[in-house]
């Protein structure tokens, strides 16, 4: 069965940094197409960050330069390092594993940004 | 503002059927990839309800159902029940590596 569990969030101040991890079971990370996924309080969902199997990274706008998706194969775990974290950053974040019978999400951890 | 348009809300009455639309562009929907379906409750993580523009996971009861055509997507549910109260979300991709995942705004279904 697969599952995912992020972990990491918590109250931050506004400039700080943080690190997402989410623990993978199941199948293999490396070998999936893995997103970051965010919901600020009562909006929608917003795409992040990806990394494909081959190792190729992308950021929305609003992250780039600010935010380093990556993985460790040996924990089979997918990480979101964030840094200069502003009070817009406020929101649950999901990890999320793309696959041909489609999108598997875990159950979200809450950052805070704020002071 | 979202890539994908949905309509804010929608309603029905227990019994009814209810759909909502899911609008894209050439460069998502219309580029022919894949529409995913999500129903979320408060407070939890999305669901996948419908995968591959038509697909059912195991478990997700048959009076969900999903269609696509050109560059939009549409959910139906029919014989609707209390339980069915949730959030919406339709996803996709798209051509652009700034944001290659996309969604709609959300819908937030009432069961009247």
């Known amino acids: ?115 | 503002q979202s890539v994908l348009t949905q309509p804010p809300s929608v309603s029905g009455a227990p019994g009814q059927r209810v759909t909502i639309s899911c609008t894209g562009s050439s460069s998502n929907i219309g580029a022919g990839y894949d529409v995913h379906w999500y129903q979320q409750l408060p407070g939890t993580a999305p669901k996948l309800l419908i995968y591959g523009n038509s697909n059912r996971p195991s478990g997700v009861p048959d009076r969900f159902s999903g269609s696509k055509s050109g560059t939009s997507a549409s959910l139906a549910i029919t014989g609707l029940q209390a339980e069915d109260e949730a959030d919406y979300y339709c996803q996709s991709y798209d051509s652009s590596l700034s944001a290659p995942w996309v969604f709609g705004g959300g819908t937030k279904l009432t069961v009247l």
Do not use: H
């Open chain 1, 1 to 115: 069965e697969v599952q995912l569990v992020e972990s990491g969030g918590g109250l931050i101040q506004p400039g700080g940094s943080l690190r997402l991890s989410c623990a993978a079971s199941g199948f293999t990370v490396s070998s999936n197409y893995m997103s970051w996924v965010r919901q600020a309080p009562g909006k929608g969902l917003e795409w992040v960050s990806v990394i494909y199997s081959g190792g190729s990274t992308y950021y929305a706008d609003s992250v780039k330069g600010r935010f380093t998706i990556s993985r460790d194969n040996s924990k089979n775990t997918l990480y979101l390092q964030m840094n200069s974290l502003r009070a817009e950053d406020t929101a649950v974040y999901y990890c999320a594993r793309d696959s041909a019978r489609g999108v598997n999400w875990g159950q979200g951890t809450l950052v805070t940004v704020s002071s």
